[in-house]
């Protein structure tokens, strides 16, 4: 449609008035398409990696740890039930004996409603029936239009076997999916990945000679080539350390920088979580702790053709990282991770980020896990993105500078998709 002369005047008129600012906030927030950066979600291409409905919802890990602390269950029978039977308790001890109160609980709550479901209903029987008559395509469509997200960037390890079968097979995912190429089988266990490189006939030395330097390299090549990702990424400890003497700083160095530059791929850091704190809750054992923030601060500084996207999963590095990224320009936060996809702990990361770096940082993505994730983890998000944008820019016209509707649109696109595609180098 083409624009009237009146609503092009609007869209550069100065918005003087208070209320009418967040008006147009709130408009352009909420309807202005995100690409999301990080998540794991497949699209239904990828089979049994596509997961979506109540029963997955129900059985996130975050909510896994919730009901552990909700209800008696052992974690041994608890493992052995099936995803059904775990769904149920789930529903039970955190939506119908308990409020649902947290943000992972609200989340399914969220999900529910968007959906015209009764989120106080006494069991899933109806949601699990709503779930089964949804066609794939047609609900993956109506996801991503509920979320108003552009794109989305899947996470795609070359070491998981049925990802390789897939990718093998010629999965082709649907446009709106961006593989990424995850590095943690690869630097997090280099010795598991030297035996996991064997059984595909890669035969490597565990002290990382010039030949399996090589031989790692061209394996990566080769995923590129077959993935086309939009970035390389690895998830790190607390402690990690950049010099280091371990087997992960030689991969860095002498195979991950080198195939970043080669391919021109910005290389995503996600610093601070420390696996398997307690193992017995398998994938929900994962904790965190505060990282050494110059260990990136020389990564990037030895590394200036190489961009650099990082996110951190501790409160407490959040302003170092702010300030890292106002010394290195091929460094780009991005994201709330993880714990801190709350909305108080987004807030304040979202206020101080926009305060240190104005328009200059990806303010989040949804680390989605199942589909229907998408819908809450951005519609909770998006508020708290209004009211910071909101405070930014009001104070701004307290100090005598009003925006236009333009400019916010121009902010907001640059956060929500800009930033992104300049770091990766292309249009996703
Ligand atoms: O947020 C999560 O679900 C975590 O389990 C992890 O996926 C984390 O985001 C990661 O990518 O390692
Ligand atoms: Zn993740």
């Known amino acids: ?43 239904p291409e990828f089979d049994s990696m596509f997961r979506f409905g109540i029963d997955e919802l129900l059985t996130y890990h975050y909510l896994i740890v919730e009901t552990f602390r ?8 608890f493992w052995q039930m099936t995803r059904a039977e775990q769904a149920d308790l789930v529903w039970k001890s955190l939506f119908v004996e308990n409020t649902p109160l947290s943000e992972a609980a609200r989340g399914v709550v969220s999900v529910l409603d968007a959906f015209g479901l009764d989120p106080r209903a006494p069991d899933l029987s109806a949601a699990r029936e709503f779930f089964r008559d949804q066609n794939p395509n047609e609900h993956l469509d109506r996801v991503l239009e509920m979320a108003c997200l552009k794109d989305v960037v899947m996470t795609n390890d070359p070491f998981d076997e049925q990802e390789v079968g897939l990718w093998d097979s ?15 089988g690869l630097l997090n266990d280099w010795q598991g990945a030297a035996r996991r490189l064997a059984r595909q006939g890669i035969s490597v030395d565990a002290g990382l000679g010039r030949a399996t330097i090589d031989k790692v390299r061209n394996f990566l090549d080769a995923w590129i080539q077959r993935m086309n ?6 998830s790190l400890p607390d402690d990690f350390k950049f010099p280091d003497t371990d087997s992960r700083d030689r991969l860095i160095r002498e195979v991950v920088l080198p195939t970043a530059r080669a391919h021109g791929l910005a290389f995503v850091l996600m610093v601070g979580v420390r696996r398997a704190v307690n193992p017995v809750l398998r994938m929900a054992g994962d904790g965190m702790g505060h990282a050494d923030m110059s260990a990136l ?24 990282l702010c300030v890292s990224a106002r010394k290195f320009r091929n460094l780009m936060p991005f994201g709330c991770w993880w714990f801190l996809n ?13 305060e240190l770096l104005g328009p200059g940082f990806i303010p989040q993505h949804s680390d989605a896990r199942v589909l229907e994730h998408l819908i809450y983890k951005w519609r909770h998000w998006r508020p708290v993105f209004i009211e910071s944008m909101f405070e930014a820019y009001d104070r701004l016209l307290g100090s005598g500078r009003p925006v236009s509707r333009n400019e916010i649109i121009r902010d907001v696109e640059r956060m929500f998709i800009g930033n992104f595609r300049e770091w990766i180098g292309r249009g996703a």
């Open 70 to 77: 909700s209800s008696d269950v052992s974690y041994d029978h």
């Open 297 to 320: 601060e020389r990564m990037c500084a030895q590394n200036p053709d190489v961009r650099f996207l990082a996110t951190y999963l501790s409160r407490e590095n959040q302003h170092e």
């Open 342 to 354: 709350n909305p108080s702990l987004a807030s304040e990361i979202t206020r101080q980020r926009l």
């Open 229 to 234: 990702p939009v970035y390389m990424a690895v």
């Open 1 to 43: 449609m083409t624009p009237t002369l009146t609503e092009n005047r609007t869209e550069a008129e100065l918005l003087t008035d208070r209320s009418e600012l967040r008006r147009q906030i709130e408009d352009v927030v909420n309807t202005t398409p995100v690409i999301d950066v990080h998540t794991h979600v497949f699209p």
């Open 170 to 184: 010629g999965a082709n995912p649907d446009r709106r999916f961006h593989a990424s190429l995850r590095l943690d």
